[in-house]
Nanobody, 120 residues
Framework: QVQLVESGGGLVQPGGSLRLSCTGSGSIFSINAMGWYRQAPGKPRELVAAITYGGSTNYADSVKGRFTISRDNAKNTVYLQMNSLKPEDTAVYYC??????????????WGQGTQVTVSS
C-alpha cells in the first residue's frame, strides 16, 4: 500500500507565502516524477508544478516566478514554496507521484488534498 500525505495548507493574506509538503510512505521502491495540482471550485484540476527524479522542473505559466517546487529523494518528499500568493491561487492542492512498488510497473498516486485560501 502507498500513501501520499500533504501538509502546509491554510489561510494566508494576498502577498503572503505558504510551503506545502508531501511525503510518500508504504510499499515504495522508487518514485519518478512528482508534482502538485490544484482544483478550484467549479474548475478542472490543473497542473501547478512538476519535478523529475533528477530535478528538472515544469511550471504553469500562472505561477512562474512565484512558486518553487523541490524534492528530497531520500525522504520521498516533494515541496511547493508559494510566494506572492494571489486570491486566484485559492484551491485544493493535490500531490501526485509516479511510483514503482518494485514490480517494474509505474502507477500514479494522489494525496488527499490540502486547502489553500488566499484572502484578506
Amino acid at each position: 500500500q502507498v500513501q501520499l500525505v500533504e501538509s502546509g495548507g491554510g489561510l494566508v493574506q494576498p502577498g503572503g507565502s505558504l510551503r506545502l509538503s508531501c511525503t510518500g510512505s508504504g510499499s515504495i521502491f522508487s518514485i519518478n516524477a512528482m508534482g502538485w495540482y490544484r482544483q478550484a471550485p467549479g474548475k478542472p484540476r490543473e497542473l501547478v508544478a512538476a519535478i523529475t527524479y533528477g530535478g528538472s522542473t515544469n511550471y504553469a505559466d500562472s505561477v512562474k516566478g512565484r512558486f518553487t517546487i523541490s524534492r528530497d529523494n531520500a525522504k520521498n518528499t516533494v515541496y511547493l514554496q508559494m510566494n506572492s500568493l494571489k486570491p486566484e491561487d485559492t484551491a485544493v492542492y493535490y500531490c501526485n507521484a509516479e511510483i514503482d512498488k518494485g514490480l517494474g510497473i509505474w502507477n500514479d498516486y494522489w494525496g488527499q488534498g490540502t486547502q489553500v485560501t488566499v484572502s484578506s
